[in-house]
Every structure is written in structure tokens, then in C-alpha cells.
């Protein structure tokens, strides 16, 4: 790819030393109208593009009146039929034909199984799906739509080259190269401003089917998208772009009707990008976006992004002193000694049930020869995000993960049928080269571990392993209060090893979705070509307290790397041919990374944690100096019993000590007093008890002692005693 020029900064206007604030202020519209709302001239391919388009949608629309028109049935999904005729009826009309209410809230139609523009004409008799924004599908076309209408406004304000626009789970981005600039906050108005025009003009989005020859000209000015015609379209094969306005894009589709469907549109954020998401190849420009159909959506969503902001957890971590970064070890956190009880609590959740579950903890290195990786596959599809380094003239690598480490220990040795299954577990340390610009907080970071297990199996076992890290999964995430969703994602596009050992790896997972889905009363849905390279796998979806979701979660089946490491174990056989069989290995994950997993903690629990999790359980406040020994007396027995508890022996008022508490969230706050040491108690007040500035209950030192040690061993979620 041809190399950018390096961006360059916005001019601003020379001003005074000593400016006073309402001069600044003064100056903020100035530096927001630095550049015109439209490029002028607008850019020479614009003008290239619609004209081809012009020329070829004419002939292809001469092509459609030749089409024959014959009678068809449309069978909609409550059996009911319509008739229509082949090359006329669209989508549309058999909406408008049910209820203009149900035309103008449908976003886009299924034929066949096939995402469909309304307005296409159907060519055949079929069946008809009349999907609406609530649909992740109809979601999924109304971003894109609204991603193409933010490219329009993009090249119509920076006249720059696009790249690509995809929709995201929470709304819709678009890159694209600029040379002379870079996006900034200050963009945003005028470009939500055109995006507003566009909607008022109410575009229709026109779908032309043409050839890569074709393509190749159309695009001749924007190198990323002759890069990507070349690298994905076959020679001689033929593909779809799109039209609104004056943008054209490459785009398989389909599309909301027209731009006008849009009645609600910001721009959320803006970052930088590699083409391809490759460091080699040219710096761009993204930025994000979200919309919808009506407004009031917009209000809703708005004030759920405040809700967000409150609970990030990078917020809470430094204003509770949890951990940090540094840009000496980036993507690394530094557990500060509170965020390290909440990350130790959940590592020892894990082994606890490990004892109970039949788990083996072990320990393997962090650095390998590459040739570990070379031999279990990882090198070819993974080296990029490896931290490669040369020890004694070799290469070796920081391990990304534990399976080959975990392969060489199962094989160190005989093994015998009589040992499986043997369940492996490893809380070591991985590290994976992540993009600096997708570094996030505790949610992506370059260095950190994983409640990682591998289980060797007979084929004759898997039903119920898997069965097992079903109940595993769910006691888990019972306790945090968290909600899940099963996947099934099944062989991707780069697979490796025969297609008959996929089918029945796929299959044995299938059973066994089916059998907990059945017993737990769920569904669960089928990701198909998103499994990894190795094996099937299924995805485990949870939904925290504000109805995001993060995959955590993992249960991969995978029946390579055995092969990869020449794995096997003697049989109960005596054959010569039948003495030894390979294992099946059972990649398990519950928290995933427990980095991520304490983020999405301190989310979903907004800083308030449950008893067992919180790193501040109990603050003991004297009301005087002379009851300071007692208070003292109470912190050093919760700490005896594994309690967290401080003493707050400061100078400050009681209201102050008291204040200060509720501010670190602790869950119960205990005053002790000329009453309280007299007769061995004291006055608890419970944090989730808000607004209660009255005195709270007062009980039993030893009473209250057992009460939290069994609220700790319980892991409730409700913070009482």
C-alpha cells in the first residue's frame, strides 16, 4: 500500500499569553469553523463514480424489464400466503399490503434465508421473513446503513478516501485515509450536520450488481478498496455496490429502504486504525457512531451511557484504589493491594471448586521454543500477537496460552485408559501482543491469567465432561448473578485436520448443548464458522446488571493437538492394532481472564460488592478516643477469622469517620462505644441500607462475628446479616 503522509494537526490562531476565559471562549467557534462544512471542490472521483454507476444501473434496469413476469406465493412465517408475480412484488409491498404501520417499522426482509433489500423485486416463490430493529438482524442492516450514510458525509467533509464501514454489536464505525488532517471532537458537528441533511433528502439506497473489471474502474481512486477488490473478489466474478447520494460503495448490502429511516444519529468516538489492522500498512482514521429509528431510542440509550460512565470500572478502580497502568508496562495491570484481594477471591472461587470438582493445579513455564508453537499450530495463525525473543541463537516466545504446555505434560509419561480423564489446571501467567490502541482497561490488556483447564479424555467420556463443565459454568456464574447464552461455533474458513473429525466433534458438543439446554429450560443458537482453527467450541454469553454482553466463558473440543503431539494411551484392548488411542483434549475456561472477568465485575456490581468479593468488608469506628482499644480489639478478631476490617482511629468527627466509610463502600460499618464495650456488641449499619443515618442494630460481638464468616463462606449477594 502506498505510504500516508503523516498527519497533520489543525491550525489554531496565534493568541495572548494571558488570554482571559471569556477570550478563549470566544475563540472556541473560530477554531470549530477552521475547515468548510463540504470539501470545495468536492473530490474528482465522486463525480467518476456516479456517472458509471448512471451508465450501468440504466442498462441493468433495462435488463430487469426483459425479466419474465410469472405468478409466485410468498409463504409468510404464520403459514399465510400472498401472491405476487416474479421481477414486480418486493418485500415492501407485501408490507404495505399487511399495514403501513408494519412497512414503515420493517427494516429489511428475509427470503429463503436471505437478508433481502424491501424494495428488491422477488424473483421466485418464497418464503418471507419482515424483520424489524428489534431483530439483530434488522439491527445489524439499519448500523450499516447508517455507517454508509456517515461515510456520505465523511467524503463529503474531508473528500477523503474510505476504507470500510461495518456494523458493530453497539452501533457502526467507518475508517478511512486522510493526509492533510486528523479527526477531532470538532468534526462532529458538522458532520452530524450533514448526516442530517442526508436524512432529510431521504436518499434511497439503490443496489447494482457489476463486475470486478467494472469495480476496479469505478474505484480507481482509492487504493484500500482497489487493495481489497483484488485481494477478495475472483477475476471474472461479479459483485454488489451500493448508492446513496453521492456515495458509492463496495458492499454486499442489504439496506433500510432510505436514508430518511434514520431519525436518530451522533457520532460516539474517533480513533486510529491500521489498514487491514495490519502496523505495516497506512494509519487511519475511524469513527463511531450509533442511531435509530426514533428518537426517544437516542434518550434511552444516552442515559444508559451515563449509567456506563458511572460504573467504568477504570473509574472505579482509581477512585477505590484497585490497580493502575503504567506507561513503562503497557496492557499490564499493577494490582494495588484492595484490587488484589478482589483478583485473589476470584482465583481461589476457582480452586475451591477445583478440590471438589477433580481438578489437578499444575505449573508450567512461561517461555517456550518456538517450536512448541510450530508443532501445536499456534505459530502459523497466531505469531503476530506473540512476544518473540532469541535465547542461544533460537527463537522462543512468551506462551499466549497453556494447551501446549499442558500436551507436553500429558505426555511426559505412559498413560493408561484407567487415568482418564485427567483435568488439568493452570493459573499461569500469558502474555498476548495486543494493538496498543486496543488496549482497555482490565477488559484487554497485554499480560494476564486465565482459570485455564484442559481435560484428556476417552471419546466415551466427552458427553459427560462437557456435561460437567456445564454445571461447573453455571454454579459460578449463579453466584455472581449473572445471566448466560449458550453458542455452538463450528468450523471456521481456516480449519485444520479431516472433515469427518469435525462432524463428530461438532456433533458430540450438539448433544450435549441439547441435553442442559433441555434441563435448564434455554436455547441455545448456532454460531456457524466461528470456531477455532483446531475445533468446535462453545461460547458461553453473559449479561451484566446493565444488559451488555461479554464472552468469558469457553468449552472447545479439540482433537488435533493430540494428533500435533502424538498423544495417546494404552487401551483396555489387547489388539496390536487397538493397544493405544489417542485422547480428546477439553479446552475450559469459567472467568476467562481474570483480569477481564474483575473488570466486568466492578461493572456489573458498580463498585458495591458482594460480601465474600469486596476488598473493604468492615469498618470499625470508636465514637471517642476511649473506646479506641475495644475498636481495635474487634478489627484484630474479623481479622483473625479472614474478615477484611480497619480500624478508623483518626481525629475526625464520628459523622466525618462514618462519611468517609460509606464512601469506600464498605458493606458494614460497626460503631462501638461506652454501651457497645460494656456489654461485648456492637451497632451495625449495612451499607445497602441508603439514606439510614439513624442508629443501626446492635448485636452481639460474638454473634455478629459468626454472622459475617458465614456471609463470607455463603457468597450471597444480598449484604445482610
Wanted: aromatic share 10%; charged share 30%; proline share 5%.
Amino acid at each position: 500500500m502506498p505510504a500516508e503522509a503523516a498527519p497533520v494537526d489543525k491550525p489554531v490562531a496565534n493568541k495572548p499569553a494571558k488570554a482571559d476565559k471569556k477570550a478563549k471562549k470566544a475563540k472556541a467557534p473560530a477554531a470549530e469553523s477552521a475547515y468548510p462544512l463540504e470539501w470545495n471542490p468536492p473530490p474528482e472521483y465522486l463525480q467518476h463514480r456516479i456517472e458509471m454507476f448512471d451508465r450501468l444501473k440504466a442498462k441493468a434496469d433495462a435488463a430487469l424489464k426483459e425479466k419474465p413476469r410469472e405468478p409466485i406465493t410468498i409463504t409468510l412465517p404464520d403459514g399465510t400466503t400472498k401472491e405476487g408475480v416474479s421481477y414486480e412484488t418486493s418485500p415492501m409491498a407485501i408490507a404495505m399490503g399487511i399495514a403501513k404501520s408494519l412497512a414503515e417499522r420493517t427494516v429489511i426482509a428475509r427470503v429463503d434465508g436471505e437478508l433481502w433489500d424491501l424494495e428488491r423485486p422477488l424473483e421466485s416463490s418464497c418464503k418471507l421473513e419482515l424483520l424489524d430493529f428489534e431483530h439483530e438482524d434488522g439491527k445489524k442492516v439499519f448500523w450499516h446503513s447508517s455507517a454508509h450514510m456517515l461515510g456520505e458525509a465523511a467524503e463529503r467533509h474531508y473528500g477523503c478516501h474510505l476504507c470500510i464501514g461495518p456494523p458493530l454489536e453497539d452501533g457502526f464505525y467507518y475508517e478511512m485515509g486522510l493526509k492533510e488532517r486528523v479527526v477531532s471532537q470538532q468534526d462532529y458537528a458538522p458532520l452530524e450536520k450533514l448526516v442530517g441533511q442526508i436524512n432529510k433528502e431521504k436518499q434511497p439506497f439503490e443496489r447494482l450488481v457489476i463486475t470486478k473489471e467494472e469495480l476496479l474502474e469505478m474505484f480507481k481512486h482509492n487504493p484500500y478498496k482497489v487493495h481489497i477488490i483484488n485481494d477478495k473478489i475472483p477475476d471474472g466474478s461479479s459483485t454488489t455496490v451500493y448508492r446513496c447520494g453521492p456515495l458509492i460503495d463496495l458492499c454486499r448490502g442489504p439496506h433500510v429502504p432510505h436514508t430518511g429511516r434514520v431519525k436518530a444519529f451522533t457520532i460516539t468516538k474517533n480513533s486510529s486504525s491500521y489498514f487491514l489492522g495490519d502496523a505495516k500498512n497506512d494509519s487511519l482514521q475511524r469513527l463511531y457512531g450509533i442511531s435509530f429509528p426514533d428518537k426517544k431510542q437516542m434518550t434511552e440509550y444516552k442515559k444508559f451511557i451515563e449509567e456506563a460512565a458511572k460504573r467504568d470500572h477504570r473509574k472505579i478502580g482509581k477512585e477505590q484504589e484497585l490497580f493502575f497502568f503504567h506507561e513503562l508496562s503497557p496492557g499490564s495491570a499493577f494490582m494495588l493491594p484492595h484490587g488484589a484481594r478482589i483478583y485473589n477471591a476470584l482465583v481461589d472461587l476457582i480452586k475451591k471448586e477445583y478440590q471438589a470438582r477433580g481438578f489437578t493445579e499444575v505449573i508450567t513455564p512461561n517461555m517456550f521454543n518456538l517450536k512448541l508453537w510450530n508443532q501445536s499450530g499456534h505459530a502459523a495463525k497466531y505469531k503476530e500477537n506473540m512476544f518473540c525473543l532469541e535465547v542461544d541463537k533460537e527463537e522462543f516466545a512468551l506462551k499466549p496460552m497453556n494447551c501446549p504446555g499442558h500436551c507436553l505434560m500429558f505426555g511426559h509419561k505412559d498413560r493408561s485408559y484407567r487415568e482418564l480423564p485427567i483435568r488439568l489446571a493452570d493459573f499461569g501467567v500469558v502474555h498476548r501482543n495486543e494493538f496498543s490502541g486496543a488496549l482497555s482497561g482490565l477488559t484487554r490488556v497485554r499480560r494476564f491469567q486465565q482459570d485455564d483447564a484442559h481435560i484428556f479424555c476417552r471419546q466415551d467420556q466427552i458427553e459427560e465432561e462437557v456435561a460437567n463443565c456445564f454445571d461447573f459454568l453455571n454454579h459460578v456464574y449463579g453466584i455472581f448473578g449473572f445471566e448466560f447464552h449458550l453458542k455452538l461455533s463450528t468450523r471456521p474458513e481456516n480449519y485444520i485436520g479431516e472433515l469427518s473429525v469435525w462432524d463428530n466433534a461438532e456433533k458430540k458438543l450438539e448433544d450435549s448443548l441439547n441435553k442442559f439446554a433441555q434441563k435448564k429450560g434455554v436455547q441455545w443458537e448456532l454460531n456457524a464458522g466461528d470456531g477455532a482453527f483446531y475445533g468446535p467450541k462453545i461460547d458461553i454469553v453473559i449479561y451484566d446488571a446493565l444488559r451488555r454482553k461479554h464472552q468469558c466463558a469457553t468449552i472447545q473440543l479439540d482433537f488435533q493437538l493430540p494428533v500435533r503431539f502424538k498423544l495417546e494411551y494404552r487401551t483396555e484392548n489387547r489388539g496390536e492394532d487397538e493397544s493405544y488411542a489417542r485422547p480428546v483434549i477439553i479446552h475450559r475456561a469459567i472467568l476467562g481472564s481474570v483480569e477481564r472477568m474483575m473488570g466486568i465485575l466492578i461493572e456489573h456490581f458498580a463498585g458495591k460488592f458482594p460480601f465474600w468479593l469486596s476488598p473493604r468488608q468492615i469498618s470499625v469506628i470508636p465514637v471517642a478516643a476511649p473506646f479506641t482499644k475495644y475498636a481495635q480489639e474487634i478489627t484484630d478478631l474479623l481479622v483473625s477469622k479472614g474478615i477484611y476490617a480497619d480500624a478508623d482511629l483518626s481525629d475526625n468527627t464520628l459523622n466525618k469517620k462514618i462519611r468517609n466509610s460509606e464512601l469506600s463502600h464498605y458493606n458494614f460499618i460497626f460503631v462501638v462505644g461506652g454501651e457497645e464495650e460494656s456489654t461485648r456488641s456492637v451497632n451495625v449499619r449495612n451499607r445497602d441500607d441508603v439514606g439510614t443515618k439513624a442508629k443501626g442494630k446492635t448485636i452481639p460481638l460474638d454473634d455478629v462475628v459468626a454472622a459475617v464468616v458465614a456471609l463470607k463462606e455463603s457468597k450471597s449477594l444480598e449484604n445482610k446479616i
